[in-house]
């Protein structure tokens, strides 16, 4: 499973967008980028995943690069509500059900 | 509604004593995990279960079992071979079509 690594803390101030990068250099072709938060106690949230195409719902974008070395998940207009720990993740395709959560980036959104 | 529900929310017990967590999904998932998470730290996988009868360890397996009798459930006991058991305990599911994890809630076992 390819590692992920994301700086370990964001501000951002509220109403604006908030981009979290993420490093998975190491990534193979049929892995796919997850992304989840996690606030405060509470169990992880799923946000949104992709392959190699961008990817956008009602909660996040994420921008893959064309190597698929890195990708960025964006909130486009940053709450309050938004002040979680945010985890990368890569995951194959089939085969496992296996996450490997680092640490994340703990995004405070300040007023 | 559907989702995944832990209890209790917080569990107390003396050391050497065995303690199970509960788990229950009405997602009507096949895949079900444990994780456990350390202040400050990410999520590690204690147990995973992709069918029925059928469990794999994790990466932290070592003083802990678990049982998957029905799809619904996958209870996690905490041993008293387990060093450290203090810690935040989640249960996840997946279904199989897009492997995205539900979570529950969590337990936050405390050993004393």
């Known amino acids: 499973d390819a590692k992920t690594t994301q700086p370990t803390s964001m501000d951002c101030a509220e109403g604006r967008a908030a981009n979290l990068p993420c490093n998975h250099s190491t990534i193979s072709g049929n892995e796919y980028v997850y992304w989840y938060r996690q606030i405060h106690s509470q169990g992880p949230q799923y946000i949104i995943h992709?392959?190699?195409n961008n990817e956008t719902n009602e909660m996040a974008s994420l921008i893959i690069t064309e190597d698929r070395k890195s990708s960025t998940l964006i909130l486009p207009h940053a709450t309050l509500r938004d002040t979680a720990v945010y985890y990368c993740i890569v995951r194959a395709s089939q085969g496992t059900y296996k996450y490997i959560f680092g640490t994340g980036t703990r995004l405070k959104v300040l007023a | 509604d559907g989702g995944i529900t832990q209890s209790p929310k917080y569990l107390f017990r003396k050391e050497g004593q065995n303690v199970t967590l509960s788990c229950e999904q009405n997602?009507?998932?096949?895949?079900m995990y444990w994780y456990r998470q350390d202040p400050g730290q990410g999520l590690r996988l204690i147990y995973y279960?992709?069918?029925?009868?059928?469990?794999q360890k994790g990466d932290i397996a070592e003083g802990y079992s678990v049982s998957r009798e029905k799809k619904e459930s996958f209870p996690l006991t905490v041993t008293s071979a387990q060093k450290n058991p203090t810690a935040f305990y989640l249960c996840a599911s997946s279904g199989q079509e897009t492997y995205e994890q539900y979570f529950g809630p969590g337990t936050r076992l405390t050993v004393t």
């Open positions: 997602l009507n998932h096949d895949a």
């Open positions: 279960s992709q069918i029925v009868n059928d469990f």
């Open positions: 992709g392959l190699k």
